[in-house]
């Protein structure tokens, strides 16, 4: 067994657009994921983190949403050395559709590279196969799925399933979860009076056999048995333009019970709840409950409306805190001048 790690970089800045990307890695192999891809929220990675990504998964296509495209595009249009994956809320394929289509493809005929689309409805994925070679001009039909409780990516680093919300038409939501790792009990390491050193990581990673404990051979398996406790691995979800009403904040903190970073929008002032119930967006209070409902560790505040201040937004964490106090934005946003 392999340890797992989640790593969440948020994108953009403070009142412009926002993304996340996500590094799930076991140490061997690793998948990246895209959420969301706004205008410039690509701008400083390296080209070759743009070209590592796997999946990019769209919340839903309101421009500063959908604005960062291109860039993305432009990059691994015609990569071959990995599958291309979008993803998105019902009407991706047509959407996306169009966007792969917005160029003018006259040279294609040592094009190879193909693309997936797949949107999801409720519990449905239907899905799409664009391919290079013919300007993407054909949307391949490549079937539908039930998901039926199981996760819409799948990969031996994170399972990743979609949440549908509500913003006068459907936004969605995405869950990251690791698989389940080892921990090692350290009272029975203790016990059986034992010190910690590299053969612990080739326990977790599988070692069979005699295991060199620091100078002395013993049987991988015993050891597995006495020392390591399977425990649930890092999750996260990401949510982005939706309401938040009653009915809805105890269906999602259902659904999200013991997340452990909770990243979403706070896009209205906590006084601001008929604005934001009209535009099917949150207060920061609103995400607040939401976190402290679900059992989230900690809350990330995101997709800041340019309408409000930084005071403001030192008010409104202050806020947030008397609700749920793990909540902060993004550290180098503003660098710790409003914690």
Request: aromatic share 8%; proline share 4%; with cysteine.
């Amino acid at each position: 067994m392999l340890l797992h790690m989640l790593h969440a970089q948020v994108l953009g800045q403070p009142a412009h657009d926002n993304a996340l990307l996500i590094t799930a890695t076991s140490g061997q192999s690793h998948t990246k994921l895209l959420l969301d891809c706004g205008e410039n929220v690509l701008a400083g990675l390296p080209l070759s983190e743009i070209a590592d990504i796997d999946h990019l998964l769209f919340s839903h296509f309101h421009m500063d949403h959908v604005s960062g495209f291109d860039a993305f595009f432009r990059i691994n249009f015609e990569r071959t050395n990995r599958e291309n994956h979008l993803w998105g809320p019902p009407g991706s394929i047509a959407v996306l559709g169009h966007r792969l289509q917005g160029y003018w493809w006259n040279l294609t005929a040592d094009l190879s590279a193909v693309w997936h689309v797949h949107e999801i409805d409720g519990d449905t994925v239907s899905s799409a196969r664009f391919e290079a070679q013919g300007g993407f001009a054909v949307a391949h039909d490549a079937g539908t799925r039930r998901l039926d409780g199981g996760p819409l990516i799948g990969t031996p680093e994170v399972q990743v399933q979609a949440l549908a919300l509500s913003h006068h038409g459907v936004s969605l939501g995405y869950v990251l979860r690791e698989p389940r790792r080892w921990a090692v009990d350290k009272a029975a390491l203790h016990r059986l009076v034992l010190n910690a050193g590299p053969w612990l990581a080739q326990l977790k990673n599988g070692a069979s056999g005699r295991l060199d404990v620091n100078g002395t051979l013993l049987d991988a398996d015993t050891l597995r048995a006495d020392l390591l406790r399977s425990v649930p691995g890092e999750s996260l979800a990401y949510l982005s333009d939706f309401l938040l009403d009653e009915s809805e904040l105890a269906r999602l903190s259902a659904l999200l019970a013991g997340v452990g970073t909770l990243y979403t929008e706070a896009q209205y002032a906590p006084g601001d709840v008929d604005r934001a119930s009209r535009n099917h967006h949150t207060t920061v209070l609103q995400v607040a409950q939401l976190a402290r409902l679900s059992g989230a560790e900690r809350l990330r505040l995101l997709h800041l409306s340019r309408r409000y201040t930084a005071q403001d937004w030192a008010e409104w964490l202050e806020a947030a805190r008397a609700v749920f106090p793990a909540t902060g934005y993004p550290a180098h946003w503003f660098e710790g001048t409003l914690d």
